[in-house]
């Protein structure tokens, strides 16, 4: 079983930038789908980004498609998400997730086989 752990959350600034990793072990990575997950307060988790075993097909929610980035390093067994110009509404727990699967977008939240336990990012001045 993969074991996934979220880190480089924290505080940032509207137009600043983040980058989040998640840490893979347990299992390789390079088998899995991997996905970025998202939970505001009040509110249900939501999908952000998916990428592809092999890192070559990345899909986006359109809240974040052209500021946010997915990306993977196989070698390292590590997962990325480079927010750049982040919002106020960008505010929440963000999850990585793994996934038998490339769903190309259409990722339903039931579908992983395992998450981290989450890294807060708020968006504020």
Do not use: H
Request: glycine fraction near 10%.
């Amino acid at each position: 079983q993969i074991q996934l752990v979220e880190s480089g959350g924290g505080l940032v600034q509207p137009g600043g930038s983040l980058r989040l990793s998640c840490a893979a072990s347990g299992r390789t990575m390079a088998t899995y789908t991997m996905n970025w997950f998202r939970q505001a307060p009040g509110k249900e988790r939501e999908f952000v980004a998916e990428i592809s075993s092999s890192g070559a097909n990345t899909y986006y929610a359109d809240s974040v498609k052209d500021r946010f980035t997915i990306s993977r390093d196989n070698a390292e067994n590590t997962l990325y998400l480079q927010l750049n110009s982040p919002k106020p509404e960008d505010t929440a727990v963000y999850y990585c997730a793994a996934a038998p699967f490339f769903y190309r977008g259409a990722v339903p939240v039931d579908g992983m086989t395992a998450w981290g336990q989450g890294t807060q990012v708020t968006v504020s001045s």
